[in-house]
């Protein structure tokens, strides 16, 4: 079983940036796919981006594209969500999920409990 607590979000301006992070126990973390997802208010749960267990292969979505990077440090047992240039359209918690297959959709096993992104035009 893995057990997930993002941290990182807050209150920042249209064009900044922030980190978000994952941090895991377990002592297999490596053997665990990572997603990101966000939900919006009043909107459902996204795909944000995702990352495999030795951080080879890492898919985003299309509006993360060239703005969010994913990372992985498996020693730390964390994962990353580096966002750049946000935007307010960005505002939503945002939730780091894990499973040991891969999955673009809300399938995953392990669920953290959030954390907060607001972006302020």
């Known amino acids: 079983q893995v057990q997930l607590v993002e941290s990182g979000g807050g209150l920042v301006q249209a064009g900044g940036s922030l980190r978000l992070s994952c941090a895991a126990s377990?002592?297999?973390?490596?053997?665990?796919?990572v997603a990101w997802f966000r939900q919006g208010p009043g909107k459902e749960r996204d795909f944000v981006a995702v990352?495999?267990?030795?951080?080879?292969?890492?898919r985003y979505a299309d509006f993360a594209k060239g703005r969010f990077t994913i990372s992985r440090d498996n020693a730390k047992n964390t994962v990353y969500l580096q966002m750049n240039s946000l935007k307010p359209e960005d505002t939503a918690v945002y939730y780091c999920?894990?499973?040991?297959?891969?999955?673009?959709?809300?399938?995953?096993?392990?669920w953290g409990q959030g954390t907060q992104v607001t972006v302020s035009s």
């Open positions: 999920a894990a499973d040991r297959a891969w999955y673009t959709t809300a399938a995953y096993a392990y």
């Open positions: 377990g002592r297999t973390f490596s053997s665990y796919v």
């Open positions: 990352i495999s267990g030795i951080g080879s292969t890492i």
